[in-house]
């Protein structure tokens, strides 16, 4: 297990930018594919994106595909989540989480360590 802290959410207008960064514990976050999730107001928590154990291959649901990055620094144990040209619907806590599955995963049952969460909010 790692012990995952997210940081970095806010309040920002539509059409601004954000940068989520997910602190990890532990010798061994180089292993994991790590990945994003989010959970808007009574909805069902939802995939975002994911990064392989290297940082060599990233995936994206469509509905950030073009506006988020995910990156990886296993140097500082830190995970980041650029996200751009943002949207009053990505309204959202931001959930980063661990996945064994070091080629990476969109599966939320895949995931065996999640951060608190960190809110962002887009205003119109």
């Known amino acids: 297990q790692v012990q995952l802290v997210e940081s970095g959410g806010g309040l920002v207008q539509a059409g601004g930018s954000l940068r989520l960064s997910c602190a990890a514990s532990?010798?061994?976050?180089?292993?994991?594919?790590m990945g994003w999730f989010r959970q808007a107001p009574g909805k069902e928590r939802e995939f975002v994106g994911y990064?392989?154990?290297?940082?060599?291959?990233?995936y994206y649901d469509n509905s950030v595909k073009g506006r988020f990055t995910i990156s990886r620094d296993n140097a500082k144990n830190t995970v980041y989540l650029q996200m751009n040209s943002l949207k009053p619907e990505d309204t959202a806590v931001y959930y980063c989480?661990?996945?064994?599955?070091?080629?990476?995963?969109?599966?939320?049952?895949?995931?065996?360590?999640w951060g608190q969460g960190t809110q962002v909010t887009v205003s119109s």
């Open positions: 532990g010798r061994t976050f180089s292993t994991y594919s």
């Open positions: 989480a661990a996945s064994s599955l070091r080629f990476g995963t969109a599966r939320y049952s895949d995931f065996g360590s």
């Open positions: 990064i392989n154990w290297s940082g060599g291959s990233t």
